[in-house]
């Protein structure tokens, strides 16, 4: 008899196998029991029936617990009446590990609850679909990246920059020396396409933001593109091939998450079309001021509530384009004609989900490098490597990083960032 995992249940219709399993539910009559179960692949019935499977195994499976691991054995068969589809008409039954007062119960139970207990609460149906979710994601970025000629390169995350400021760094000791932990790629990454040309990265950032919202995780995980010889609006072109490709795997691939999420479809597909519409910061500010926000001056970065507002007059993703070089990092590449702008995007996701890419092109210019890196206060000695690539070799380049957890969120529809990860770090959680 084979072993199998239900999500293959279509190959095996018909066949008896035997799946390891957790009970998830469970509800009985005098002769019939009807078990959820859930293998890791995903969740789907069981019926044990008392005339079939003797007094025995009725009775053990009609007194099981909640999370008892069990190895069933029976056929599989269609089931039109479940989102999953396919169910198991059980004829033996072995427990695994016994559970005894599962804490996470099918009632309601509070945030705080839930993320003391994550451990757990990852075995529930939401945060099943919600890692496919991620999972699919993360699949179709090494896809498209590797179709459309970029090499996956790891920068380091003990690092001795800061590329994105120095007010959220994550400081540590490296033997005699201070090192960070990475809060992005990026300036790696720039090496590194002076090295292959077009590349990506996939991993995990820091930022010691004490920020308490519904789009900040202390630590998260980031795609960072680089590419060399191309000017920024090429860029925006990947960006938003690369979101729409995103969002079409989504839908084609992950059924049954968007099923158990509730999330409609007819909503994802709109942001299948291209090109996104692009608005500058200056009209941002114009269409804001014009709304009523009367907090807005040019020069201000903005908030939640301003994305939000920008984000709903349009119906897809939307770039806002080339902001105030001051509320920027020093390393995007100086409007051509106006000294107090860069050259850079923010992707706002619609539906209030915010920022979830922000890019530019680089400077590449090593004098105008130079005097950004003093005036942002950094230690030019630390940066000595970066201002090398503009000494050999600098041509026009230009990158962006998305959020992995900001999009998961957006795509499952879900109201918080901390579902989007297996261990969300928040301001004051570490633990579990
Ligand atoms: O806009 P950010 O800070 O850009 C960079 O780090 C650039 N160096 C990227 C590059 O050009 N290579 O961050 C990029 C994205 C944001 O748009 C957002 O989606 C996500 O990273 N992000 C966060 N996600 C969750 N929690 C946080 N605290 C985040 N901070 C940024
Ligand atoms: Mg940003």
Redesign the pocket.
């Known amino acids: 008899m084979e072993s199998i995992q239900i999500l293959d249940a279509k190959k095996h219709v018909g066949e008896t196998v035997q799946i390891g399993a957790w009970v998830a539910n469970k509800r009985s009559s005098g002769k019939i029991a009807f078990l959820q179960l859930r293998d890791g692949t995903a969740y789907f019935q069981g019926i044990v029936v008392k005339s079939e499977v003797g007094e025995e195994v009725f009775q053990l499976a009609k007194n099981l617990n909640q999370e008892t691991a069990v190895l069933v054995t029976g056929e599989i068969r269609e089931d039109s009446r479940s989102k999953f589809g396919y169910e198991i008409g059980i004829s033996g039954l072995e427990v695994v590990g016994e559970s005894h007062d599962y804490p996470i119960t099918p009632k309601e139970h509070g945030t705080d609850f839930l993320m003391d207990h994550r451990h757990l609460w990852l075995r529930s149906s939401k945060q099943h679909a919600i890692m496919q979710i991620r999972n699919e994601i993360i699949r179709a970025t090494y896809e498209f990246f590797n179709k459309n000629g970029f090499i996956k390169i790891d920068p380091p995350i003990l690092t001795g920059s800061a590329?994105?400021g120095t007010t959220d760094l994550f400081e540590t000791n490296y033997f005699d020396q201070k090192a960070y932990l990475s809060?992005?790629g990026?300036l790696y990454?720039e090496a590194a396409a002076m090295a292959f040309g077009k590349v990506f990265s996939f991993g995990p950032t820091f930022?010691a933001?004490k920020?308490k919202t519904r789009?900040?995780?202390?630590e998260?995980w980031?795609i960072?593109p680089?590419m060399a010889f191309m000017h920024q609006e090429e860029s925006l072109e990947v960006q938003e091939q690369y979101v729409a490709f995103l969002v079409q795997n989504v839908l084609d691939n992950c059924d049954y998450a968007l099923d158990v999420l509730g999330r409609d479809r007819e909503v994802l597909k709109k942001y299948t079309k291209l090109p996104f519409p692009r608005i500058s910061y200056d009209d941002a500010v114009e269409l804001l001021q014009k709304n009523g926000f009367d907090d807005i001056q040019w020069g201000d970065d903005f908030g939640s509530p301003h994305e939000t507002f920008i984000a709903n007059s349009f119906d897809q993703p939307v770039f806002i384009l080339n902001y105030p070089k001051a509320i920027k990092p020093f390393y995007m590449k100086p409007h051509p004609t106006r000294k107090d702008v860069v050259i850079c995007a923010?992707m706002i996701a619609p539906e209030g989900y915010g920022?979830?890419?922000?890019?530019?092109e680089r400077a590449i210019d090593h004098e105008y490098l130079l005097e950004q890196i003093r005036a942002h206060g950094l230690d030019e000695n630390e940066y000595s490597w970066y201002l090398d690539l503009r000494k050999y070799g600098s041509v026009p380049h230009t990158?962006?990083?998305?959020?992995l957890?900001?999009t998961v969120t957006w795509l499952s529809g879900i109201e918080h960032?901390r579902e989007s990860i297996p261990f969300p770090r928040l301001l004051n959680r570490i633990y579990p």
Do not use: K, T
């Open positions: 590329p994105e809060q992005s990026q990454m930022r933001e920020s789009r900040h995780l202390i998260f980031m960072e680089e923010d920022e979830i890419i922000g890019g530019s990158g962006f990083g998305l959020g957890e900001r960032v």
